[in-house]
């Protein structure tokens, strides 16, 4: 702390900023009706806003990393479709007729819809969009399931930590392209990392759904 020294009046200035932006995504839909992205182009603009900003373009231009931006974006962009043409819908459907997996076991079922989601989770950057058009299929699916004992509540809950599994390509997850803006490391090193944990955590879910979650009655 005594190399770093007090702060300066910028880092002050941009303390302020980052709280204000944090409590109105806190408070959203609560205290106010500004969604996200509006706040944050907000305080994107008070960034850039002379004298209260705290950078200007010739700064921010050789710094920021655009690539992954243009990478991220192309991610969302990439999901959207996928929402918006039905085209994961119908992949879903498609993947649900090929395994029958209106009849098939308690095990299997997890297996292959966990299976299915960690990988159509690598077109998507976001894992909410991903649960808001996937999650319903599941539902549906388990609902339907002829299998007896089957807990559609907890089928449906440990598909949605499948879901989570954004660990292949930076692009998977926002966390993801915080870390790979960097510039420490590239997608090889990355997936290198991304693709063995995605694999321990997939054996893992089989696991727990052949034992402990079995002996709990989720699965």
Not at 87 to 96: D, G, I, K, M, S
Not at 111 to 135: D, Q, R, V
Request: aromatic share 12%.
């Amino acid at each position: 702390r005594k190399e770093i020294g007090p702060m300066t009046f910028d880092e002050k200035k941009l303390l302020c900023i980052s709280i204000g932006l944090l409590a109105l995504w806190a408070t959203g839909g609560k205290l106010h009706s500004i969604d996200t992205t509006t706040t944050t182009i907000i305080a994107i603009a008070l960034f850039f806003f002379p004298k209260i900003g705290i950078m200007d373009w010739k700064f921010a231009q050789p710094n920021i990393d655009w690539g992954s931006i243009v990478m991220f974006g192309a991610g969302i962009g990439l999901g959207s479709v996928l929402l918006k043409t039905k085209a994961a819908t119908w992949l879903a459907q498609v993947f649900v007729n090929a395994f029958s997996l209106e009849t098939a076991s308690v095990f299997l079922l997890i297996a292959i819809m966990a299976a299915f989601l960690i990988l159509i989770h690598l077109g998507f950057a976001s894992a909410t969009a991903l649960s808001s058009a996937m999650i319903p299929i599941v539902i549906s699916i388990v609902m339907g399931h002829s299998a007896e004992g089957l807990n559609p509540l907890g089928v449906t809950m440990l598909m949605q930590y499948a879901i989570c599994f954004g660990l292949v390509l930076p692009v998977n997850s926002p966390q993801g392209m915080v870390a790979y803006g960097t510039d420490t490391f590239d997608v090889k090193t990355f997936m290198t990392t991304g693709i063995p944990l995605t694999i321990i955590g997939y054996i893992m879910m089989l696991v727990f759904a052949l034992t402990y979650w079995h002996w709990m009655g989720i699965a």
